[in-house]
């Protein structure tokens, strides 16, 4: 079969050399080579992250890890940023987990404020709050440094960050927030098959879920401390990813994270140009919109263009290139174009050749 380019949400497209890393022989996951290859991560994991904190590597989805948060580190009341499908499906799982949830409810494309969550928080009845930095079904980008602030009014509240899809895409540094968990999938900007998640966690963090009874094991922080601290994982890890993470941090720092940065903001500009050249808007609220994809307004809002999108995706799809179609209720909509992990300004305008041919007429 001929295979289709990736420029959806996630996962994105994985190149060649990052497969053939992926594909390295075996080693047992608690012999020294496996803690020789998470040595070598430990330190660029580090930088990437903005911490001195251990960084923690989870065979698992970032939901795994976002569900272990709250099982760790939610014994009060915990207060769910919600401002899209994924952000509020933090919701549900709270509750699923047993825990007090509240929900601080924006519209769809609105970013999270901080001003409503100081409000929130001045209650005085949460130890926690969930936060995703870019929610990617409505493409919204929230104002991360702005809400991590509030975090010197309330030290007793720990705050939970998904960066799943804005972690390498521009900088974020942990310990200058102040955030006590940031985490995320690595089949997003880091550009991996899916399967494996980075995250870390403060002092604070840590000593709170220390006394959680009910963490369960799989996620719990506390073993993942105790055996990152000698370069292992608390349980048998996916090796295949560990090779690709490595070989995808090499290409990382050889780039330099600031033209890494760099080029993540020009590909965005670029859809964002596309968008209007054709007439479209964005769907996100002026000011708040994702550097690691664009969601496209095609009538969820008031004014510009609108097409058939279901036939826009077939034709780009034809061409060998998978846009998005939208997601949950503004399915249709809008659509989704991702920028984010190895995309180069020469291969989004492969992605727009085609969409522009797509586009003739419809």
Not at 251 to 273: I, K, P, S, V
Request: proline letters at 5%; hydrophobic letters at 40%; charged letters at 20%.
């Amino acid at each position: 079969m001929a295979h289709v380019k990736l420029h959806i949400p996630g996962p994105v497209e994985v190149s060649p050399q990052t497969f053939q890393a992926f594909c390295r022989p075996m080693i047992g996951h608690r012999g020294q080579g496996f803690k020789d290859l998470v040595a070598t991560m430990q330190p660029q994991l580090q930088t990437l992250l903005g911490t001195k904190q251990l960084v923690y590597l989870s065979t698992s989805s970032a939901w795994g890890v976002m569900e272990g948060a709250v099982r760790n580190l939610v014994s009060k009341k915990v207060l769910n940023c919600m401002c899209g499908a994924f952000s509020d499906k933090w919701f549900d799982v709270s509750k699923r987990c047993g825990k007090e949830a509240e929900a601080l409810q924006v519209p769809w494309g609105s970013p999270i404020r901080a001003e409503e969550i100081d409000r929130r928080l001045a209650t005085g009845q949460f130890d926690a709050l969930t936060l995703i930095h870019n929610e990617t079904s409505c493409g919204v980008m929230s104002p991360l440094r702005e809400i991590a602030a509030l975090k010197r009014n309330y030290p007793e509240v720990l705050f939970i960050v998904d960066a799943v899809s804005s972690l390498t895409a521009l900088p974020i540094a942990f310990d200058e927030l102040g955030i006590d968990v940031l985490l995320a999938g690595t089949q997003k900007a880091f550009a991996l098959p899916p399967g494996l998640s980075v995250f870390t966690v403060s002092a604070s963090a840590l000593a709170k879920a220390a006394l959680a009874k009910d963490r369960g094991y799989y996620f719990d922080f506390v073993e993942f401390q105790k055996n990152a601290v000698d370069n292992m994982t608390p349980s048998t890890p996916s090796i295949s990813h560990c090779y690709a993470l490595s070989a995808k941090l090499d290409e990382f720092f050889a780039e330099g994270l600031e033209n890494r940065y760099a080029r993540h903001r020009q590909t965005n500009q670029m859809t964002r140009d596309w968008a209007a050249r054709h007439g479209f808007n964005l769907f996100p609220e002026v000011g708040y919109e994702s550097i690691t994809l664009c969601c496209i307004n095609n009538g969820a809002r008031p004014g510009g263009r609108t097409v058939d999108v279901t036939q826009l995706q077939k034709r780009v799809k034809d061409q060998g290139f998978l846009i998005d179609g939208g997601y949950g209720k503004i399915k249709g909509t809008t659509f989704r174009v991702s920028n984010m992990g190895d995309e180069t300004p020469e291969s989004m305008n492969l992605l727009f050749a085609a969409m522009d041919a797509a586009m003739k007429p419809l």
